[in-house]
Every structure is written in structure tokens, then in C-alpha cells.
């Protein structure tokens, strides 16, 4: 019978930087592997025919020697399991003549762990996770949907075309990258509950979770750039110059390619092992770091900010209009720099295997809408926006009017 195990109240072990779940799953994997080779190599040994005994035998938990009749063997707990508990406990088993005897005493007392959860708690688990998904894929969905509707928004109206819109069309863009990428990566793995997830290692994978980090830097740089665009606007008193528009692209786009492909480069030749998901591994920090540096220039980049503003508020030279200029023009990046970094620097700080709820929470199912709150900030809630809307839509009114006018007109005299 197969014994299954799980860990009580345990860190996060490291084997050879897969995830944390993953990396029992594949110890044992080993040793079952190792187990039937010397299953079978004592299976080829001459002098075999006349045995009375038990041949060597996996149990899901130990190999175990072959025995003569009447006796019996005592194995320590599986290595591995050391690292969740400093047991060292034995496990008995004894040859007799209908078989193996079953483990005494059982591995979860003697290693002191818990045996895998009920069918029920399973269940439970399982609807918790599916209720997550429904939830993120609906706030993906609608920051998509709001996402592309404020891209065409700024591309109809031509006077809404300036360096400011153009930057916020490349951060909305960096959204839907990142709703995307969502998507194709749950469509990747978890689209067969057959595949083995810890054994998963192929090249459409990998390939899903490169484009979701790139995905993810991308939105970090890309808020980086409105930070830094803020600050050029306020130290160049509102000139719209569009001279630095190429060094934002190479900035938003170009440091997350170069990040991404060192990462890749990395995982290739030092631990290619896996889908590349596991956040254990000691080259997650080749992806973290920078975005730990965008959140913290951006930290700086915000007090900055702050203190120009509230000195341009005090100056008595400002006209009213200036400042109520410069307020709506801060107020949407001021409140996204902090909401944007300030979970992320404080789950950097913990090991991955704390808060993990609490992480999936922020990171999926709040994450998801960080989209439409952008669209909405920088997009419908924009009174120079707003305005050009409704000078349009009057526009179009009076067109429809004049021509609903000229087809009456037409008719009486025809």
C-alpha cells in the first residue's frame, strides 16, 4: 500500500532549488527509481531459485532489503523528512509467510508527521483554489476590457495625442501583457489535472513562465517611467518634450528583455530543471532584484515628488490654474507608486513559504484589478479626457441633428 506523507508545520526544504512541494515529491521519485534497480539487478543474481525469503520492496516511503522467513528489519525515517522534523524515529516491518508486514509503528508516528489530508479538507481545498481563479479571471478580464477601451480612448482623439498619453498607452499595454500572460500560463499548466506539475520540464512551459516575468517587469519599469516622466514635468514646468520618449521605451521595455534573457541564460545552464516556477531557487533573485530597485527608485521618485509639489503649492507666483494643474497631475501616479510596491517589498522580505494566502490574495485576486485602476486614474477619470469626450459626443449630437433636420427638410419640399 502506498504511504503517502505530509509535513507538519514545516520550512520550506531546498533540493537543488525546485519548489518547495515539488522537491519531496522528487526525492522520493529517486529513491523509487534506485529501489527498482536493485530490485532487479537482485532478480538477475544467480542462486535466486532456491530463496524462501522476501526480495527487496518500495513502499512509497523506504526500500527495504531482501529477508529470510521469520525475520525482521528496521529502517530510520526517509532523509528527507529530517528537515520538517529532527525525528529519528524506525519503522518495522517483518517477513513472514504471507508477506510483508505493514510498517509498525506507522510512518506518521513514527516520523512524526500527519498522514494526508481527508477527502473532505482535499475537497475543500480544491473549491478554495477554483473560487481564486474565478475570481482573478474576472478581475483580469474586466482590467483587460477596461484597459483596451481607455487605449482606444487615447488613440481616437487627437488632441489627447501627446509624450504624457503616449507613455500611459505603453503602461496600459504592460497590463494587458500581464492579464495575458496570466492566462496563457494557467492555460499551460493547469489546463490537464493529469500532468505532473513537479515533473514538468518542457519548452512551451518555460516559455509561458519567461513571458509572465517579462510580463510582470515590464509593469514595474513601466511604472517606473511615469514616476520619472512626473518628476522630468515637474522640473521642466509642463514642457511636453518628446525627447526623452526613447529612453522611457528602452527603460519600460528594454531593462525587463535584458532581465528576462540573463535569467533564462541563467536557468539554461545552472538549474534547467522543472518549469522554471519555483520561487526557491537562488536565481529568482536575477528577476526580484530589479524589481526591488524600480520599487525603491520609485519610493524615492515619490518623496521627491512630494516635496516639489507642496514648494510649488507654497510659491505665491503660482496662479490658481498652475496648481490645480500640478494636483491632477500628481495625484494618479502618487497613489499608484505605494500601492503598487508596498505589498511587494513587504512579502520580498519573508520566505516564500510565509503568508502564503495572504500572498496569492494580493498577487491574483486584488493584483487582477490593479488594471482597471490604472484605466481608470489615468483614463475616466481624467478631466482633460472627460472633457474631450463630451465635446465629441455634442459634436456628434449636432451632426446627427443637422442631418435628421436636412432629411426633413427634404421631404417637406419634395
Given at each position: ?225 511615469e514616476g520619472l516622466y512626473l518628476q522630468t514635468l515637474l522640473l521642466l514646468t509642463f ?176
Amino acid at each position: 500500500n502506498s504511504v503517502i506523507l505530509l509535513p507538519v508545520l514545516s520550512p520550506s526544504p531546498k533540493v537543488r532549488g525546485t519548489h518547495p512541494d515539488c522537491s519531496v515529491v522528487l526525492h522520493f521519485q529517486k529513491r523509487e527509481a534506485e529501489c527498482l534497480e536493485r530490485i532487479q539487478s537482485e532478480s538477475q543474481t544467480p542462486g535466486q531459485e532456491g530463496w524462501t525469503g522476501l526480495g527487496a520492496a518500495w513502499d512509497s516511503g523506504s526500500c527495504w532489503p531482501a529477508l529470510p522467513p521469520g525475520q525482521s528489519r528496521a529502517v530510520a525515517c526517509p532523509d528527507i523528512l529530517h528537515v520538517f522534523k529532527k525525528s529519528r524515529g524506525l519503522i518495522q516491518r517483518n517477513c513472514t509467510e504471507w508477506g510483508w508486514s505493514v510498517p509498525s509503528p506507522p510512518y506518521h508516528s513514527a516520523c512524526q508527521l500527519e498522514t494526508l489530508s481527508s477527502n473532505n479538507d482535499t475537497e475543500a481545498m480544491a473549491r478554495h483554489f477554483v473560487t481564486m481563479k474565478v475570481l482573478y479571471t474576472c478581475g483580469y478580464s474586466t482590467s483587460l476590457a477596461a484597459l483596451l477601451l481607455a487605449i482606444g480612448i487615447f488613440s481616437c482623439f487627437r488632441k489627447l495625442h501627446c509624450t504624457r498619453n503616449s507613455i500611459h498607452i505603453h503602461f496600459f499595454t504592460s497590463f494587458i501583457l500581464r492579464g495575458t500572460a496570466v492566462f496563457i500560463k494557467d492555460g499551460v499548466l493547469f489546463s490537464d489535472d493529469s500532468i505532473d506539475h513537479c515533473t514538468m520540464s518542457t519548452v512551451t512551459c518555460k516559455a509561458a513562465i519567461a513571458f509572465f516575468q517579462y510580463s510582470v517587469l515590464a509593469n514595474f519599469y513601466w511604472l517606473l517611467v511615469e514616476g520619472l516622466y512626473l518628476q522630468t514635468l515637474l522640473l521642466l514646468t509642463f514642457t511636453c518634450d518628446r525627447s526623452y520618449t526613447w529612453g522611457y521605451v528602452l527603460i519600460g521595455w528594454g531593462v525587463p528583455v535584458v532581465t528576462v534573457g540573463v535569467w533564462v541564460l541563467t536557468r539554461l545552464q545552472y538549474d534547467n530543471h522543472g518549469c522554471w516556477d519555483d520561487y526557491s531557487s537562488p536565481y529568482w533573485w536575477v528577476i526580484k532584484a530589479p524589481i526591488l530597485l524600480a520599487i525603491f527608485v520609485n519610493f524615492l521618485i515619490f518623496l521627491n515628488v512630494t516635496r516639489m509639489l507642496a514648494q510649488k503649492i507654497r510659491c505665491p507666483d503660482l496662479s490658481k490654474t498652475h496648481k490645480q494643474q500640478y494636483l491632477r497631475l500628481t495625484k494618479s501616479t502618487l497613489l499608484l507608486i505605494p500601492l503598487f510596491g508596498v505589498h511587494y517589498v513587504v512579502f520580498a522580505l519573508f520566505p516564500e513559504h510565509v503568508g502564503v494566502d495572504a500572498r496569492l490574495y494580493f498577487e491574483l485576486v486584488l493584483g487582477s484589478y490593479q488594471g482597471f485602476l490604472v484605466a481608470l486614474l489615468y483614463c475616466f477619470l481624467n478631466g482633460e479626457v472627460q472633457a474631450e469626450i463630451r465635446r465629441n459626443w455634442g459634436k456628434w449630437q449636432r451632426s446627427m441633428e443637422s442631418n435628421v433636420f436636412n432629411l426633413a427638410t427634404q421631404d417637406f419640399t419634395a
